[in-house]
């Protein structure tokens, strides 16, 4: 790479600012609506176990793939792996431009439906400061009033991509370091306190015993599929998010220990969000299981008739709105990284343009605008992505990691160990040649409902219900 290339395209400051980005990548809507609902709806412990599982033996060794391409490759997601796939030679070139261009498109496509969802963050935080005079906080309807209200929806997703579009046109470290490292650490204190105030007005001892005393008879295969299946969307993996920001990190020499914590911290703000969620859950006496309608209908229920409860409510929804911005952000950079490397547009247009390309979808999405007759486009798009993109895009880069890519550049990050890195190099390896491939293929052939004759009588969630963002269907309580 050309000496110009490396000092016009931006870079992390510091391995905290680039760990707090690739944090708030991971730790999303994802963390603190998706887990809870679905740990409820299996059961609790045994599903968090194996939850723990699917994240060390699937996760971890993709996110260090993905660091590590994006590191050595020095690009977006095409360029890099087309750089290190070189030896390849067309076989290389034809994969990276398969796997980039599925990437960046889904990137794309899911910011366009995860903004309305955060568009609706943004609404319960407005809501819960005060700021919505007309709607009453608290009310069981709100939400499906809201879902139904076109304008609202709409004006929602336009403020929360506005955000989004200025934090990426500031660039790496102006825009994305700065506001993850300011965020990040908030969240943290934010759910600490939270979970003092449960501790405080009860509920904590079910929580915990809920959510981590296995009850193994629980456990169904569906669970396990659904736990593997959302380890990934956690952890940001599969369209080439972590290869984009592993790509603006100036060394290589923390990639293992920042792939262990990333996981480990998306994975604490999880559990977090789980406790503080279910011991409010327990504390209003109602089931576990509430389903998707968890954050945006149970809570605000419970919340306005506990002690300070108004306040609570307005810190946690912010705290909602930071974890999907900073979310939101890494992938709109993941399609602007592929425009400025690849055809060299400033990032002020990739961003402007791309951001409003997407915001025209969103709005599509927030309009209700049908894909099907019964499927709008804003679960379709979450089906698609979520069960079919994501998965593959994370089959095509375990393969590219473990086959494709030089040793050299794909056992770099271990070679850094102070003791035993050929060991532990030798086992992702490994895990990223055959147990990932293999895994992602059964949860690919899970969502596509090939073991549906297998698995019935024993799926708790319906499979139109599977997208990750789904909207709430059922009421809640
Ligand atoms: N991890 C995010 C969450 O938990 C969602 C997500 C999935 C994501 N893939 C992504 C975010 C890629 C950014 C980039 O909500």
Not at 420 to 447: D, E, S, Y
Request: charged fraction near 10%.
């Amino acid at each position: 790479m050309s000496e110009g290339t490396t000092t016009t395209r931006g870079s992390f400051a510091s391995n905290f600012g680039f760990m707090m980005a690739a944090v708030g990548s991971a730790v999303g809507l994802g963390n603190i609506w998706k887990f809870p609902y679905i740990t409820g709806e299996y059961g609790g412990g045994a599903f968090v176990l194996v939850y723990l599982v699917c994240i060390t033996m699937v996760g971890l060794p993709l996110m260090y793939a993905e660091l590590i391409i994006g590191r050595r490759g020095g690009s977006d997601i095409l360029g890099a792996l087309r750089k290190l796939t070189q030896s390849k030679g067309a076989l290389g070139t034809a994969f990276s431009y398969l796997t980039g261009l599925m990437a960046v498109l889904s990137a794309f496509l899911m910011l366009a439906f995860y903004s309305v969802v955060a568009g609706w963050a943004v609404y319960f935080f407005l809501l819960s400061v005060g700021l919505i005079p007309a709607v009453e906080f608290g009310n069981a309807t709100v939400f499906d009033e809201l879902a139904a209200n076109a304008r609202t929806s709409a004006i929602c997703h336009t403020v929360f991509m506005l955000m989004t579009i200025g934090v990426v046109t500031l660039g790496v470290h102006r825009g994305i370091e700065f506001l993850c490292k300011t965020l990040m650490p908030l969240l943290f204190v934010i759910l600490t306190a939270m979970l003092g105030y449960v501790a405080y007005t009860g509920g904590l001892d079910q929580s915990l015993s809920f959510l981590f005393r296995p009850d193994f008879s629980k456990l169904t295969s569906s669970a396990v599929l659904e736990a593997l299946g959302h380890a990934f969307f956690t952890l940001s993996l599969g369209m080439g998010a972590m290869v984009t920001y592993g790509s603006y990190l100036k060394e290589e020499g923390r990639v293992i220990r920042d792939s262990v914590a990333i996981a480990a911290l998306d994975t604490i703000v999880a559990l977090l969000a789980g406790t503080v969620i279910f011991a409010v859950v327990f504390q209003g006496d109602l089931e576990p299981s509430a389903g998707p309608g968890l954050l945006f209908q149970t809570l605000p229920e419970l919340f306005v008739n506990m002690p300070g409860g108004r306040f609570v409510a307005c810190v946690f929804f912010g705290l909602v709105v930071f974890a999907a911005w900073s979310s939101a952000i890494s992938l709109l950079e993941v399609v602007v990284a592929y425009f400025v490397d690849e055809w060299k547009w400033p990032r002020f247009v990739a961003a402007g343009g791309i951001g409003a390309g997407i915001w025209a979808l969103g709005l599509a999405c927030a309009m209700g605008v049908m894909m099907t007759q019964d499927t709008t486009l804003q679960d379709g798009l979450d089906d698609i992505v979520s069960r079919y993109m994501l998965p593959i895009g994370g089959l095509l880069i375990a393969i590219a990691a473990g086959w494709l890519v030089l040793p050299e550049d794909g056992l770099s990050g271990f070679r850094h160990m102070v003791k035993g890195g050929a060991v532990f190099g030798g086992i992702w390896q490994f895990l990223i040649r055959f147990v990932t491939p293999i895994m992602v293929t059964i949860v690919l052939l899970w969502q596509m409902g090939l073991f549906d004759a297998w698995l019935k009588g024993e799926t708790p969630a319906p499979p139109a219900e599977k997208g990750e963002l789904a909207a709430p269907k059922e009421p809640a309580g």
